[in-house]
């Protein structure tokens, strides 16, 4: 699979966000590369303390201090030409906040946490479209119900006078992607949306998300932990360990060659619907708990559990992300070309 | 597969050790300044379910289905409102679910719980050490020495190291906390263990650990399962029998391998249509079938199935008349038409 | 979280125990209740007026009685610890300026004026009047004075009938910080009983407590506590009026706390680690002591440290209006009451030094307290 030459809608480079704390510095995001492509999904995957969440934070510069963007950039290219750098904007300036909201929507795990309890659903879409939009407030509310109705919520227009918990999770997550999407952004960072519904639920809002990107070209960055809804809705993933990218590909090259050990080791620790008599009786777990970011291993920071580590190399220096097949990138001593090419070079030349 | 004396198909298998006969747990709702009841949240609403000695029982279903209800009202955190619990200890049957406390108490070494949530189910002041031991210092290890070589014991069998007993949970990460809990509900030596939610905190890979961990377990103290989950992936691979909620009642129950491969009920297809499964290729080449509509309000049940307003397959009949559990083909499942539909279920992945 | 050494070797300070959870509750709050440096130093504030008003006796140079009509609305004497002598050599000699007595001439009045040439001498530990150390031990022994008792020594200045203000604000310290702890502990006791029984019960009970604390805050405090103190007849002695007043000051203070514990009490006693012991077989006894009482207590240590100055600021508005204690009962707000004339306020500003002293306690009480319930869950 190939990928066009077409300027990504976000392009990360380097990107660090460390945390200076009394204990010492948490280095969340250290250093990481990825595109967003217009009309695509990449899904950030990982688990807890991987860094996903802040990574995406990064984006729009809602790190909570003391947390801070140190380094890298992220190129953000708007439709009709201009590109900008995210990662220069003073996070609290204008530029950043005409990009919030307008260019880059987010939405989060608990939509409760995001919506004003005490204001109409109704109230909080059309505030926000006026806020971006210099239109009249009936064409505002007009495009409010046209939004809610997109997202499949039943009769939009008495739904506008409902308070957010009147409604149900599956319901206010809706509203918020109608809120997200109400100012036509050219990409949309979805925070682990899913997680806290159910699963016929969350079937229906994956279901809502890949229509709606299919109407509107946007590009989405979609964090999850679940490689069941990545498999579901990704074209491309990318897949974080301790603050870095050690994998990342289109989303066949992820599921069905992967190449980073974490990677191989994370899908074959889910329990596979369907698959139970086929493959035994034990899930193959990954050994040992993820480190603590104040007590990060040197070297690749998988190799304290890494099955395949290799003494004196792993745990010295920390791996490149490289390109390891086109448009398939590891960051990972053993499946780097240069090393094998210099271990075995019969095997190589295969 | 687990090795308990019997196999994962033979339903007869294994005498029940504890039964539930139409349990129902209903909150009453008050409201003005006297607390009068104006209605009744029926979170369980009738269930019944044997629990054989040996296997591992899974109850799913989408929240607010009243999963975790039963079980609390199963390990007598909650009294019910109606209905029994009957234990059988020692050639006896007991009745569970009105004893007073301390007539409770005797039993609660044999029916032991582990929670969801790891951080808040140990208590932030007390030593490792301490939680563990508790149950057995209630139940009569007073002995400072014994109690201390038994923690060890436990902590090794949970994969812990027992040099950590002294330390106060905080030190310790997620699945380590879970692994502390799980010691806390085994220290006694218990028959039946109720593990609600107990990896849906948990990182996948730390998951993966902790349900191995549970099936080694179940081995060695030869334990019996009742596994509250909303996973089904964890469920299919943890269990010999599985029962489906829906609205406060037991909709489906049938072996792990009939429910998955053969769901009779409706809401047991859509929920496996629903699971995202980790194979792109699989997951984009059908069109399945998905759920319209909310989860059933618990305190205004609808009339007749309570899954008729979400059901595809719903006809008059449905939306009248309650439907019964009935067996089909060695399933219990509670549907006007479960003979005549042709439900899928999940298939082995293609790759 | 914290890491988890691979070797478990003894560790040598708190913050080390605590990085590998080897740090009880106690040690926790204490690391960090030291962070929070304002609380720290306003506690060590705090001990230190406490132990003045223990020591009252010890440490005022003169009873709170003693006055000496010679000498009215003196100004603080400071003191010197050197003096020259004719030669023009320094001596070490603390002392304090003595007074000479003029007349003057059109009023007649006698008038003392600052005279450098005389020189009081000043020691520690010197005997002077005699006294009984709470009550109970006879002493004369005082920790700064005059050598010669007779002589005139204000480090604060006196008052209209000259007084020490020094040492009548000592023994008013006593007076006023002691309100605040007794009525402090009246208020938790009616507190933790009322709350805990609100909380663990639960239901009606709960609702008819619940209505009760609605009603005493809706009573405007002060015109209350105008009322009842006016109630109490003026024969009675000074002790038993200082008792009626904490008792009227504590009758409010209670319903804040009893809220405080109500609200732990209904949110603990559902804690799932609750439910766990219950489970475990723990009975309803061991749950409460062992389980939410070591939680507690923190908690209701931070509430009542806010909840002192309240009644500080009671006691001593209600002695300023005249309603509170009386003289010769001595209490900051019996000082500053006396002082509340233009006159004092335009002659003699040493006269407010009570008021000082009240601000600097309050907000001590304050910053301590906040730091207490922040550390109070280490925890979180």
């Known amino acids: 699979m190939s990928t066009t030459s077409e300027t990504p809608v976000l392009s990360v480079r380097g990107l660090k966000t460390h945390f200076h704390l009394r204990e010492g510095l948490i280095k969340a995001v250290d250093g990481v590369d990825l595109d967003v492509r217009r009309g695509k999904t990449l899904c950030v995957v990982g688990e807890s303390g991987s860094g996903k969440s802040m990574m995406a934070r990064s984006v729009l510069q809602i790190v909570t201090p003391p947390g801070r963007v140190v380094d890298g950039s992220m190129m953000f290219s708007r439709d009709g030409g201009g590109s900008v750098d995210i990662a220069a904007l003073d996070p609290t300036g204008k530029e950043i906040r005409a990009i919030r909201g307008r260019d880059i929507a987010m939405i989060f795990q608990e939509p409760m946490n995001s919506l004003s309890p005490v204001h109409t659903v109704g109230d909080q879409l059309v505030e926000k479209i006026l806020l971006h939009h210099k239109i009249g407030t009936k064409a505002a509310i007009e495009r409010t119900v046209e939004a809610l109705d997109r997202v499949g919520i039943p009769d939009p227009r008495r739904r506008l006078a409902a308070y957010p918990f009147e409604l149900s999770g599956g319901m206010r997550q809706r509203v918020m992607i109608a809120m997200a999407l109400a100012c036509r952004p050219a990409m949309l960072i979805a925070d682990e949306p899913t997680t806290a519904l159910d699963v016929t639920t969350q079937a229906n809002i994956l279901e809502l998300m890949r229509t709606l990107q299919d109407e509107t070209g946007m590009a989405v960055m979609f964090i999850t932990h679940d490689l069941g809804v990545v498999a579901e809705i990704a074209d491309e993933v990318a897949v974080m360990y301790l603050g870095q990218v050690v994998e990342r590909g289109s989303v066949e090259d992820i599921f069905y060659e992967p190449q980073h050990p974490y990677t191989l080791a994370l899908l074959a620790s889910i329990p596979k619907l369907g698959a139970r008599h086929s493959t035994g009786k034990r899930l193959t777990a990954i050994e040992g708990m993820v480190p603590h970011p104040l007590n990060r291993p040197t070297g690749c920071p998988f190799n304290t559990r890494c099955p395949e580590a290799v003494a004196g190399l792993c745990d010295r220096a920390d791996p490149a992300l490289k390109e390891l097949r086109p448009n398939h990138f590891g960051a990972c001593h053993l499946r780097d070309p240069q090393h094998i090419k210099s271990r075995n070079p019969v095997e190589a030349g295969v | 597969m687990i090795h308990t004396g019997h196999t994962r198909n033979e339903l007869s298998a294994g005498e029940p050790l504890i039964r539930a006969e139409n349990v129902k747990v209903h909150f009453p709702v008050t409201s003005g300044f006297l607390r009068r009841t104006v209605r009744h949240i029926k979170a369980v609403d009738g269930v019944t379910l044997a629990i054989r000695a040996g296997e591992t029982l899974s109850l799913v279903g989408e929240s607010g289905c009243g999963k975790t209800t039963f079980g609390q009202a199963l390990v007598r955190v909650l009294e019910p409102t109606d209905g029994r619990i009957l234990y059988r200890k020692d050639g006896e049957t007991v009745d569970l679910s009105h004893l007073t406390p301390i007539e409770m108490r005797p039993y609660r070494a044999d029916i032991r719980m582990i929670f969801q949530d790891p951080f808040a189910s140990l208590n932030p002041r007390r030593r490792v050490i301490d939680i563990i031991a508790e149950p057995l210092r209630n139940f009569g290890v007073t002995d400072q020495a014994e109690v201390e070589s038994r923690v060890a014991d436990l902590m090794r069998r949970v994969g812990l190291r027992p040099e950590y007993m002294a330390r106060y949970p905080y030190a310790f990460s997620g699945g380590e906390r879970q692994r502390i809990g799980i010691a806390r509900a085994l220290s006694v030596r218990p028959k039946i263990v109720v593990a609600d939610e107990c990896v849906s905190a948990l990182d996948v890979s730390i998951q993966a650990q902790t349900l191995n961990l549970l099936q080694d377990l179940q081995e060695e103290f030869d334990l019996t399962y009742l596994f509250i989950s909303h996973d089904l992936g964890v469920v299919e691979y943890i269990s010999d029998r599985v029962a489906v909620m829906y609205a406060g009642r037991v909709v489906e129950l049938a072996t792990t391998d009939q429910l998955f491969s053969r769901p009779r009920h409706p809401y047991t297809a859509a929920l496996l249509a629903s699971v995202p499964r980790p194979d792109p290729r699989l997951a984009r080449s059908q069109k399945r079938m998905r759920l319209k509509g909310e989860v059933a309000d618990p305190a205004n049940r609808p009339v007749g199935c309570a899954f008729h307003p979400r059901c595809p397959f719903a006809t008059d009949l449905c939306r009248t008349e309650d439907p019964a559990a009935k067996d089909v083909n060695g399933t219990q499942v509670a549907c006007h038409h479960a003979e005549n539909l042709d439900l899928k279920g999940v298939t082995e992945n293609a790759a | ?380």
Do not use: C
């Open chain 3, 1 to 380: 979280m914290a890491v988890i050494a691979d070797a478990p070797a003894p560790p040598q300070t708190v913050a080390a125990a605590a990085a590998i959870g080897l740090a009880s509750q106690r040690q926790l709050i204490w690391l960090k209740f030291k962070e929070h440096k304002l609380a720290y130093w306003s506690g060590i504030v705090i001990l230190l007026i406490y132990l003045v008003a223990v020591f009252a006796e010890f440490l005022a140079p003169r009873t709170p009685d003693y006055y000496d009509s010679a000498y009215t609305m003196l100004a603080p004497q400071g003191i010197k610890l050197f003096f020259v002598d004719e030669a023009g050599s320094y001596h070490f000699e603390p002392h304090v300026t003595g007074f000479s007595s003029k007349r003057d001439p059109k009023t007649l009045r006698k008038v003392f004026a600052a005279d450098p040439n005389v020189r009081i001498p000043v020691g520690l530990f010197v005997r002077g009047e005699p006294y009984k150390l709470w009550g109970l031990f006879p002493s004369n022994i005082h920790l700064i004075g005059p050598k010669d008792p007779t002589q005139p020594f204000y480090l604060l200045g006196s008052d209209r009938l000259g007084r020490d203000v020094l040492s009548r604000l000592i023994y008013g310290t006593r007076v006023s910080t002691s309100v605040g702890l007794i009525g402090v502990a009246i208020s938790l006791i009616l507190g933790v009983l009322l709350g805990g029984i609100s909380g663990y019960v639960g239901g009606v009970v709960d609702n008819a407590i619940q209505r009760v604390i609605e009603f005493i805050m809706s009573v405007p405090t002060i015109p209350l506590w105008m009322g009842l103190a006016a109630a109490i007849p003026v024969t009675w002695s000074p002790i038993l009026v200082y008792f009626i007043i904490t008792m009227i000051i504590s009758l409010i203070g209670w319903t804040s706390l009893a809220r405080e514990v109500r609200g732990r009490f209904m949110s603990w006693r559902n804690e799932v680690f609750v439910v766990a012991a219950r489970l475990d077989g723990t009975s309803e006894m061991k749950i409460i002591t062992r389980h939410l009482v070591p939680g507690f207590v923190s908690h209701i240590i931070a509430a009542t440290t806010l909840a002192i100055p309240a009644m500080i600021i009671a006691e001593t508005s209600l002695s300023f209006l005249g309603i509170g204690l009386r003289p010769p009962v001595v209490s900051w707000g019996v000082l500053l009451q006396e002082a509340q004339n233009i006159r004092s306020l335009a002659e003699a500003p040493w006269l407010l030094a009570p008021g000082v002293l009240v601000i600097v306690t309050v907000l001590s009480l304050n910053f301590l307290g906040d730091g207490l319930r922040d550390a109070a869950d280490p925890y979180s």
